[in-house]
């Protein structure tokens, strides 16, 4: 049965305005390539749910959620009405953990058509994947402060590593690697600073890739690795690292590429235990909501991530090939001012969706 | 009296081929400015010093070092015969905690000569400083492993920041700002996921911001800061941040303007009970050593550093001035392979000799 029940929260800001391009993408591949969708609409996580309810969503959340095959996500984050760490540690950060998503892949890669801030890169150099560890590690709410309100005020945050939760990322990002031509996969780390994880994630690095032979594996510190995304990001594959680590490679690799408003994302669950959660890299963006410029490239992208996840990866390519071939046409007056063009949310959708 | 009286200490690899050209320009700089130096020259933080004492630096090191006016540092790391972990917690590590050098400071500039990885920047476009915090918070060695060799393996490492900690190192960056023409501070941050110190560091942001109602101060958190660096180098003025923050941030932001492999760094202790260390971004380059072609920049720009750091602003302007003017002719007989020459490290740092 090719029936996907898909949960649609578009949440807040531009994340209202590019959702519908998302969906409407979603409906032509299930046309196109003959599988059905049965879609539900949440307003969670959104500023109204807030003021509705004092929280960002029902507390049943999660049973509700528990049977949907995947969960389509626009951006959250509001700061007028509810702060961010609020908003967040009451949304996403709460798929990733209890859905225990503790994959967050996301693709960098340089396409034809979008300009680059790197000079005299060409698209096709640049296409790696940041494999990042999503539930634990730097992100934690273990710790607390001491002598408070004095001179002597001392805060402490533990980062938590477990064998468990380092060695499934990475065998997910060794298993990917296998699938790549290349088959190479690059640990960040910064050992030589961060003096108990980060030697402790080398060591699982280091184990992981004995089962690996065919892989090969590097490594580098945070610091020159952030430098080597600018300086040879053609070097890239596969780079699997930390939460936090995770998180800063992950918009900077698009950010060298020029994609960082158009990148997506997806927040495995790879056993299928629980849901997975595809979301556009990029944020609610209050500064040009309401606009209709916004360029709902993440979010489409985000539907062919999570396409390929269901299982269709026919209709993941078509609806990859049909953002390409758009913003390779580059026609002004169908890309996003973000793009150099004078189109719009709906009209770069139109296009894609025709392209489809 | 104008003798300073400094340590020298080339170190490994490159450390050792280009710390003869520091020293050539400081002592230049010394001739033409009229002051004096005693040199102590040190094997210490070197492979050499590990395998006949087992240790890399001896045990009174701090004694003998406390009446020195300033060191003068090359490269440590020789992982062939002690791992880079050993050697930098016995040195320069050493060094920034005893010494309480809890300012490292970064210069960020896009040097005439010096190609940029970024399209179409212009030399004077960018110029800013990196503030890191250099002695606590991520860099601990506070923690440790439980179920050891287990499924259950837990390893826990603790971020610790203090509020002495936090408002020196931000007192630094906001007097440095008040002397800078944009007067501006950028804060880097992650409170929306890093959820108990960071919040804790962007209080003492706002809180210090109080005391100086005439700068800028905004923040960013680091995923976007480091996409602002690829993006938006013109942006910055003075960026402040924590060490592991300082540490991807002082490197990414030469790596964005080309000059990874000659940026200069200064670890400072401020208030002068104890001496300041001044030493190249770029480490011992195994690679590279022996060779000849190390190119000397970044330990003359430190030895800039160090003299107006002394006091002596007029001669580290000229060796800054010397060192620029060099690379922007762009001999390619003078200027080093890293620059696109062919030049060697004795020739080129001679060319800068006669600059000075
Ligand atoms: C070698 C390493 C411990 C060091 C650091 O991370 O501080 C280096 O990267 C630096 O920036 O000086
Ligand atoms: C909003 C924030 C908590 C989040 C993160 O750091 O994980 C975001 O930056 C991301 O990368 O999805």
């Known amino acids: 049965d090719r029936t996907y029940r898909i949960a649609v929260i578009p949440g807040d800001g531009i994340g209202t305005e590019v959702m519908p391009e998302g969906v409407r993408a979603l409906q032509a591949a299930a046309d196109v390539y003959g599988f059905e969708l049965d879609l539900v609409e949440l307003d969670w996580a959104s500023a109204g749910h807030w003021q509705a309810h004092g929280t960002m969503m029902p507390e049943d959340w999660a049973e509700r959620l528990e049977t949907v095959d995947a969960i389509f996500f626009g951006a959250v984050g509001w700061p007028d009405v509810v702060p961010d760490h609020v908003s967040l540690w009451g949304s996403i950060l709460q798929f990733r953990r209890v859905f225990d998503q503790y994959v967050n ?22 296409d790696f994947y940041v494999v990042r560890e999503n539930t634990e590690g730097e992100y934690s709410s273990v710790g607390g402060r001491m ?31 296998e699938r790549r ?14 003096a108990i994880t980060m030697p402790y994630w ?63 994302s997806a927040n495995i669950n790879p056993e299928g235990t629980h849901p997975s959660l595809f979301e556009p890299v990029h944020g609610s963006a209050p500064d040009i909501a309401g606009k ?56 770069l959708g139109s296009a894609i969706v025709d392209a489809i």
Chains 1, 2 share one sequence.
């Open 202 to 264: 080398d060591e699982r690095v280091a184990a992981m890739s004995e089962s690996y032979p065919d892989i090969d594996v590097d490594q580098f510190h945070i610091d020159i690795l952030a430098a080597n995304f600018v300086l040879h990001p053609d070097w890239f594959d596969v780079v699997v690292a930390s939460n936090l680590f995770g998180d800063i490679l992950s918009d900077l690799g698009p950010a060298c590429v020029g994609t960082i408003g158009i990148a997506p």
């Open 292 to 347: 209709g410029i916004a360029n709902p490239i993440g979010q489409i992208w985000s539907a062919a991530l999570m396409l390929d996840h269901l299982g269709e990866a026919e209709a993941a390519a078509a609806v990859e090939d049909a953002f390409e071939s758009v913003v390779a046409a580059g026609d002004t007056t169908v890309v996003t001012p973000d793009l150099g063009g004078t189109g719009t949310t709906a009209g």
């Open 105 to 126: 892949l996301r693709p960098v890669k340089l396409l034809q058509g979008v300009r680059s801030p790197l000079a005299g890169r060409e698209p096709g150099e640049v």
């Open 147 to 177: 002598f408070e309100g004095t001179d002597r005020e001392t805060v402490i945050q533990e980062t938590i590593m477990t064998r468990t939760g380092i060695d499934r990322v990475l065998r997910y990002a060794f298993d990917l690697a």
């Open 181 to 194: 031509p290349a088959k190479k996969v690059t640990s960040a780390t910064k050992s030589n600073g961060i």
